[in-house]
Every structure is written in C-alpha cells, then in structure tokens.
C-alpha cells in the first residue's frame, strides 16, 4: 500500500505546528575509531536539552548501504520514497538554478564539450571553461528558436548548463546524447517512447543550430545533454498531509525540491538567522515549516571536520529560538551522512531528534550518532519519519477499529 | 513475498507449544519526561524472571506513527499484514457481539438517527438512546423480510446495530448511506462495482420498511448505515502455519478476530484464572494458544495510570500459572499502546517478551519500554512475531539449501 494513500485517510486538521529542521549531512564519523563524530564534538546544549525532552533515532534515506543525492535525501525526508519518485538530473539542475518548471517543460543537463574537425568528442568538458565564459555561450544559445516550443538555456557552473523545453505534447523519455566517451561523435536524440518523438526532434533540431551557432567557440564548440526528463507528478503535502506547507530555504535546489511537493518557497534571506526571522514572521500562516541549513553538508564535502563541528555549533544556536515558538513538534534531522573524513555524502544513518509532548522518551541525553542509537525511534526508514511527526502531532485518525 | 508463501512452504509440526499473551494495550509512556510508564512503574517479579530468560524487543504494529484499532493491532500479531487484510467495521461490529459471520454475508454498521418531517436528519445518533430502546427496535426490525435474503438485525449498544444480509451473490462493495451530517437525508446505498449491484438493492428494500416500522419510534425514526462489507478471507493458522490454534479470550471482538484466522474459539470464562484454568484443561488439545486480556487497554483509555500498573500487576499474578505448563514458547506483548497519559490507543512500540528455550537472551533484567529497547529482538514489525514465534518452536524449516 502507498503510504499516501494511508496518509489521505488518516489525516486529519488540528492547530499544531511541525517544525522540521534539516542540517543537509548531519550525520558523519570519528576520523579515527574511538573519537567523537562532528556531531558528538560540537558542543551543542539547546540539542541535548531537546534531546533530553524528546525521543532520539536513526534514519535510513533510502536503504541501508544506499549513498543518497540531494534530492532522493529530501524526498525520503518529506516522506515520499525515493525509489518510487525518481527526479531526472535535468530536473535538480534546473531546480538548483532557480528555474521554476512547469509540468509540461522537459529538462535537460547540458555539457558544454570540444569537437574536432571529423566532429569526434575531444574533451566532454570543453576544458573546465570559466563559469563566465559558459554564461556567454548560454545566452548565445537561449536565442535559439524551434516552432511552437520556447527554449530557455541558463549557465549552471563551468561547462555545466540547463536546457529547457516548454511546449505541448512534449515527453521527457529520450536517450542522452552524452557517449560518455571521447573520439566518438555525441549521439543523436532517440526517443524511447512514441509520447517523446517530438521532444527528440525538437532537440535535434536544437542541436543542429546549436552546432552553427558554437561552431566558432572552441573549446565549447558544441554541447552534449543528459538527463532529459520531466519533472515527475508528486502529490502535494496539502493533498496528502494536508499541511500548509513553508519552505524555508537558502539554497536553490532545496527550494525547488520543496516546491515539487508543494511546499510555499518564502524569501529566507541568507543566514540561518534570517530564516528564523523568516519563520517568527510566517509562525501563524502555517502548519509545516522546513527550514534547510546548508553548511554542514558543504564543510563536510570539504573535509574540514572543524569547519563542520562549528556550523553544528552554529545550528545549536539558533535553536532557542525556533523552539520559543513552542512547535507541537521539532524535528532535526539531516538528510543524509556527510563524513568529513569521506568528504562526501555517504549512506551512513542519520541522528534524529523528535521533541514533542507525545513523545515517549528513551534515556538519551544527548544529541549525537552513539546516543541515536539507543533512542527510541531506533532505526527507520527515513520515508517514515512525516508519519512520527504527523503522529505525534495528532494529524492522523486511528487506522481501522 | 507473501510471508505466508514463506510459511506454508517452511513449516513443519512438532509437539511443542506456543502462548500468545496479549495485554491490550499494554505499551505506555510517563506521565512526564523522565518518570517510568505504567509497565515499568507496575511490580512485576514474574514478568522480570521471564525477561531474564528470554529475549525482549519492541514491535510496530503497523508502520511508524500508525496507531491501530484492535483489529489491524491483531492481525498483525496473528502475523498477518494489517494493511493487506482491511477489516470493514460492519464485520468489526458483528465479531464485537459475537455474531457468527459466514462466508458469504454482508455485515453493516448501522446507526439509529432522528428524521424531520422532511425526512432530513436531525441527530446522527438519534438522542443516544438508551440501550434497552436500541434492543426493542432491533427486534422490530429483524422482523423484515426480503426475499431470498436472510437479515439479522442485532443491537450492539445505545444507538448502534449490526445489520447482516445473507444470501447467495451479494458482494459488499456498496457506499454509507451516513451522510456524515445533519439536515440533509439519508443518502441511498450505491454500489461501487457489478457485484454488488443486488445487495445495494436489498439494502434500498431493506431501508424501506425499516422506515416504515420505525416512523412512530422518534427520535430513532430511522437509520444509517456505515462500513457495509463482507469478512475479508484470510488464510487459516493450520493453513499457513500448520498450528491447531485455540483462543482464550473473554471479549467478543477479540474472539471474532482469531475466529477469522481460524482459531478455535473456546469458552474462557471471566478472569484471567478463569482463563488459565481452561488453558491448563486444553493444553494437550493444540499447538498454539492465544490468551486476551483485555483491561489493560480499558484502563489506559480510563486515563487510569495506577489502574493501569494494578492490571499489569494482575497479569504479572498469572504468569506462573502459564510458566509452569513449560510452553516451548511464551511471548508477552500488547496489540498496541495505550499511554493513560493520551487515554487512546496511540501508535508508540510495543513491549515485547518471547521466552524460548531458543532464544538468544539479552541483558535485559526486567519488562518495560526502556528496557525493550535495548532487547534483542530490536525493533520489528508485529507482522513478523509470528515467524520468531514458530522459530523458536522450531517449526519452521531452513530457507534454501
């Protein structure tokens, strides 16, 4: 049974707030076996107090050993599964520009890359070019026009770019034009259902103006794209939690995951504090409020393990005042491992902390990776973890008598 | 995988002996942060011995944050899956008294509710009347005929009954007639599928003379109907886990549901003595023996704590009685919680006890949340008792070679 299809008969409205309060890889590890994690070292106070309050566990993003993206991380966390809900990479790059979709628009990652005169791939990075160099090649290319379709290119990073296709009768089923190889020409566009022939021709098309258009541009003298897709249908969480629901979120690809679920994306400023401020301000509007902090993610991508233990510190500050609101239920979470010591995202469980007058307490009194351990969620699935809170915020009826 | 795809092939029968006592109700929480819960405030040597024997654990009966009526909470610990087996509440309503349904009737929630000259409802519950009045218009009504059709109509208590229709070729499938709200009419019953075209007919006939023998009866000058269905099928014990199973249970809906898995339902008497008097008298009649008691739930939703601990207590009196019969077996567990603190079933793990000679014992010294948690059987699904039971019954064979 989908878990929405039991969230929409249970749930039910009450005046509680659900705070739900996301340190992007919070989990990490000892750099040696028998030390402290980052969590475990940061010196964290207004955690452990809730700690002390609320009920500890472990999260598993999408299954054990499984290492989670960004997007896979956050829908397990909004409570939709992973493996169900699969997000194209055109989609989360365009998400992570900022770029507002609609549901007919296809998505696609570009790479910009170098072709020799035979037209074979030389370097399917065109050279690492400057970020303002693709910039200008990007607007060279958003002039590009295809009968009854709007194009839209936008620069991501570097060689990095998105493309954009709006029109009727467009699917997303279409093979990457990527070889994934140099000395071999791109390849052609190839729809992989009926639905997606006009998007593989549209493409084309755009591909073969793209070519006179770069011809003169190398390094970049023409692109390759990957991850051509739609954005997928999710139901949204007033539909299925029927929560109103504020995303509060720096980082552009944490507000557009928010916004695929239906979440309000509201102005957050730039600080953690500004997102509080950004929180007080809309305390009465509504029931459900993600707010996303980047920095332990990035310090960990860093490997600065003392970087990361001071954003925690940072985090701990903050969270006086998110829990003077008094939520019906705090959550603080991450949504997924990011060890300094691997310095990237791993599939490591993630620290869980739920404060909430219904909680049953376990004996935790801190707020770290040993401690969760012996909480009582123990260890669960991530997906379930909008269940706990929509529980313990008495949202949801009794299922059967 | 059907787990019980998984049984029906693994099973083997031996002469050993399973008990399933279980506590309704029997997880708790403190009345405040840091105080013990009822199970654990509660003296209870016996329990305590056991748990030093055995293996504890805490189960979900169906998925985290999901608080279980009592039919979902047992099916899942006769280990059937909870979400897979849905029980409608008219069947709910007849096993509640003790109403023999067969295969193929068509059991419905009735309540009795005041109509206007208009025929609109005025009161959903029809001034909750008293019991003794509900009884004398069931009477009336179980008078009414339709052809080919036996009806029974059955009082349950104040304004609620129990409509049975039994006959060949009636499906359940058909909508409430309960509009849920008050001067508007009573809807027409509607069926959702071809199937059950005839029985919305029989219910239409049946709603007509109903109103015509109850005109006079205001303010119960009428009726509705809510969770119209047939019993679901379910696979028997014997089927699925080759276990002759008996029921010791006092209260009709708790018998109604091991009546449903195919248990022997057996006169139980009225005390839990009365209980293990007729557990010690069948002990060489089956393999498997679910024993209810029932007021630990009652308590709990009493927002009763000290009645709640002085039942634990009566529960923890018995248990030498069961012990000394040396089940191979012996599992102490509830069906759910029921925090006193909440005064309703809530959806926080379960504690659970299995004493086998098998098993692998933990350090845990005593029964309670706190220590569950840190037993060896984790946390798991109420779904999979059934197979540890069997496993340290040692009947169930090796998966594979």
Redo the contacts between chains.
Sequence with gaps: ?D?HD?TRK?HVKNDSKIVLLVADGLGGMPLNPGEKTELETANTPNLDELA??GVLGLSTPVLPGITPGSGPGHLGLFGYDPLQYQIGRGVLEALGIDFELGPNDVAIRGNFCSLDAAGNITDRRAGRIASDIGARLCEKLDKITVPDVEVFVRPVKEYRLVIVLRGEGLEGNVEDTDPQKTGVPPLDPVARDAGSQRTAEVIAEFLRQAREVLKDDHPANFLTMRGIDKKPHIPSYEEVYGLRAAAIAVYPMYRGLARLVGMDVLDAGSTLEDQCTRLEAVWNDYDFFFVHFKYTDSTGEDGNFAAKVERIEQLDAVVPRIAALKPDVLIVTGDHSTPSKMRSHSWHPVPTLLSAN??????CTSFGENSCL?G?????QAK?L???????AQR??????
């Design positions: 049974m878990l039991l249970l002390r309050k219904l909680a049953r307490t376990d004996a012996k009582g969620l123990g260890q669960f379930h909008m269940l706990l809170a929509l529980a313990h949801l009826e009794k299922f059967g008598a």
